[in-house]
C-alpha cells in the first residue's frame, strides 16, 4: 500500500526536509511512498537564515548535491566557527571554533592555562586560521574535506532554490502550489485532509503524514492541533532581528570564514560573509532597545549610512512547541519553534528532524505511536539543551548594562543549568558530561564558551589530577606549529573560493 507523505511549506525547511527524506528514500519502488510538498505562492519564506552546522556539509552531501554547485548557487563561504566580541566584557573576544580542542577527550588543556580565555587560541589551530581569514582547506584536498572543520554561510532564499529544483528535477518530489485555508480533523483527532486554494482555484489534500513546515504560523501543529507554545523569554530575553544585506565595497574584500557575533548594549549583531554580499542583523531585547536604537546600532556596526538598504524586521517569541509530533503530523522549522539564531541551531534542526521522519517511516501505526512518543521525548531533550547553551553565552558576562545585568539574575537562569555549573565549578565540561542520543552540543563546545568567557574552575581543589603539566606543555607547543604550518600553507578564503570555482 502506498504511504503519502505532505510538506506543507516551501521554505528552508520544508525543502530541506523533502530533500531528507525523499533522497533517503530514494530506491523506493513505484507506488510506494509519494512524498509531495504544497507551499503557498502568496506567502513569503522568512528570508533570514545564512549559517550552518558542519552538520550540513554530510546533508547535503548524502542528498547527492555536490559541493561545488551549493557553493555557486548559493553565493555560499565557509563557516568555521564563531568569533564572539564583546561578550564577557565590553572589550574582548573569544571563538567557537568546529575543530574540537587537541587532546580533545584525553586531557583538557583549561588547568594548564595562565589565562583560560587564551583555551580556543591554546588548543586548537582553527582560531588563528579564522583570524588570517584564511579556507579550512587547502587546494589539494577535494570537495567535503577539510584540515578544520567547517560549515557553511549561504543565501537562504538560494538554498531553498537548489533544493527545490533538486527534489523535482532528481528526487521525484511532487511539487504543488496553493494556499491552506482549511484543516479538517479526523475522529482520531489527527489531520484528516486539507482545503487549500490557487489563482481561485479550491482544492483538498490528504496525507498518511503531513510535515508543519509553515513558519512561525504553525498552522497544523500549533493552529488546528492546538499544541501550545512554551516560550522561555524569561531565559532569553531578545524577540525583534533587523536583517541587511550589505553589498562589499569591492568586490575582491575578503570573506570573512567564521560568523561574527558582536555583543551591543541589549543584543548583538550577526555579520556573515557570502561571496556576493554580507548578511547583517540585530538581534535584540524590545523591553531594553528601541528600534531607533538598534538601527544606530547596525549603522555604526556597518560604518556607513544604512538607509539606502532594505530591512527586514522580523518579531519572535523564544521557545517552542510543547510537542513536536501529535498524531499524524510533525513539525519541523519555525512551525516547531525558534530561539534566536546564536549558535545557528535551527537549520541543524530541522536536519535532525527529518533525518528521524525519514528513518522512522512506517505502515505499522503502533510503531508510528512509539516513534512520535520517542520523537517527542529526544526533541522536548534537545530544546532543554539549547536553551542553556544559548544562556550559558550570557549568563557569564561582566557588562553592567541592564540587559547584560539581567542575563546574570539567578532567577532567569535554568535549574538545569545551574546544576551544570555547580558541577563545573570544580572541573571543566568533559565528553561523558555530554552523551546521550539527543545531545547536541559536545563538551568542547562547552569548553570553548565556558572558558572564552573567562570562567575557570576551582581547578587547585583537586590538584593531583592535574599533574600533566608536560604533556599540556607538549600539545600546546604541537599547536602552536601546525598553526603556523597552516598560516602559511591555506590559501585567503575569497582567493580559494575564486580559484575553486573557476577550476
Ligand atoms: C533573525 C533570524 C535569523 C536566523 N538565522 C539563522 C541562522 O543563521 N541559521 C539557522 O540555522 N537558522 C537561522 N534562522 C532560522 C531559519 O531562518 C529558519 O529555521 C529557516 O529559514 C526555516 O524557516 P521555515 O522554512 O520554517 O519557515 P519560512 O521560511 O517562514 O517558510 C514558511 C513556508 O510556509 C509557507 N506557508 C505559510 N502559510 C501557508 C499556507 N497558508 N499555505 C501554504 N503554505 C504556507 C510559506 O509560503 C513558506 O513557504 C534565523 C531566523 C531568524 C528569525
Excluded at 138 to 159: F, M, R, V, W
Excluded at 178 to 207: H, M, P, W, Y
Aim: proline fraction near 4%; include cysteine; charged fraction near 20%.
Amino acid at each position: 500500500m502506498q504511504k503519502s507523505i505532505l510538506i506543507v511549506g516551501g521554505g528552508t525547511a520544508g525543502w530541506l526536509s523533502a530533500a531528507i527524506i525523499a533522497a533517503h528514500h530514494k530506491n523506493r519502488p513505484d507506488g510506494q511512498l509519494k512524498i509531495s510538498l504544497v507551499e503557498a505562492a502568496d506567502v513569503p519564506t522568512v528570508g533570514v537564515g545564512e549559517g550552518t552546522w558542519p552538520t550540513l556539509r554530510n546533508t547535503i552531501r548524502s542528498i547527492g548535491i555536490d559541493e561545488k554547485t551549493l557553493f555557486k548557487t548559493c553565493f555560499a563561504g565557509f563557516k568555521q566557527g564563531a568569533k564572539f566580541v564583546n561578550w564577557a566584557s565590553n572589550d574582548d573576544f573569544y571563538y567557537h571554533p568546529f575543530t574540537v580542542p587537541l587532546g580533545y577527550g584525553n586531557i583538557d588543556l583549561a588547568p594548564y592555562l595562565d589565562d583560560v580565555a587564551s583555551f580556543a587560541k591554546e588548543s586548537n589551530y582553527q582560531e588563528a586560521v579564522c583570524q588570517a581569514g584564511l579556507a579550512p582547506r587547502a587546494p589539494t584536498e577535494g570537495e567535503y574535506q577539510g584540515i578544520c572543520n567547517y560549515a557553511y554561510h549561504l543565501d537562504a532564499g538560494a538554498l531553498g532554490d537548489l533544493l527545490k529544483n533538486y527534489c523535482r528535477d532528481e528526487l521525484g518530489v511532487e511539487h504543488i502550489i496553493g494556499t491552506v485555508r482549511d484543516v479538517q480533523l479526523g475522529e482520531d483527532g489527527g489531520i484528516a485532509g486539507l482545503s487549500l486554494e490557487n489563482d481561485g482555484k479550491a482544492f483538498e489534500l490528504c496525507a498518511d503524514l503531513f510535515v508543519d513546515c509553515t513558519g512561525f504560523r504553525s498552522l497544523l501543529l500549533g493552529k488546528a492541533l492546538g499544541v501550545k507554545y512554551k516560550s522561555v523569554d524569561d531565559i532569553l530575553f531578545n524577540d525583534t532581528a533587523l536583517a541587511l544585506r550589505v553589498p562589499y565595497e569591492n568586490e575582491n574584500d575578503p570573506i570573512a570564514c567564521h560568523t561574527i557575533a558582536e555583543g551591543q548594549n541589549a543584543g548583538w549583531i550577526w555579520d556573515i560573509g557570502l561571496t556576493n554580499r554580507r548578511g547583517v542583523g540585530h538581534v535584540f531585547a524590545s523591553d531594553y532597545l528601541s528600534e531607533d536604537e538598534a538601527m544606530h546600532n547596525l549603522q555604526n556596526y556597518v560604518g556607513r549610512s544604512i538607509a539606502d538598504l532594505d530591512v527586514n524586521k522580523i518579531s519572535f517569541s523564544a521557545g517552542h512547541r510543547e510537542v513536536g509530533w501529535k498524531k499524524n503530523c510533525v513539525a519541523v522549522g519555525l512551525a516547531t519553534g525558534f530561539v534566536e539564531p546564536l549558535e545557528a541551531t535551527a537549520i541543524m534542526l530541522v536536519e535532525v528532524v527529518a533525518r528521524y521522519v525519514a528513518e522512522n517511516l512506517f505502515s505499522d501505526e503502533a510503531a508510528m505511536e512509539v516513534v512520535s512518543k520517542r520523537f517527542n521525548q529526544q526533541m522536548d531533550y534537545r530544546w532543554q539543551r539549547i536553551v542553556d547553551f544559548l544562556k550559558l553565552h550570557y549568563m557569564l558576562t561582566k557588562r553592567e548594562e541592564p540587559y547584560w545585568k539581567a542575563h546574570t539574575n539567578p532567577d532567569t537562569i535554568p535549574e538545569t543549568l545551574q546544576e551544570d555549573l555547580a558541577i563545573w565549578q570544580n572541573r571543566g565540561p568533559i565528553k561523558s558530561d555530554f552523551d546521550g542520543v539527543a545531545e547536541l552540543f559536545p563538551a568542547a563546545s562547552y569548553q570553548y564558551v565556558l572558558y572564552g568567557m573567562g570562567f575557570k574552575p576551582n581547578f587547585s581543589e583537586q590538584s593531583y589530577l592535574y599533574d600533566q603539566q608536560q604533556q599540556a606543555n607538549r600539545i600546546i607547543e604541537k599547536n602552536r606549529t601546525v598553526t603556523q604550518q597552516l598560516l602559511r600553507d591555506l590559501p585567503p578564503h575569497r582567493n580559494y573560493i575564486n580559484h575553486w570555482l573557476s577550476a
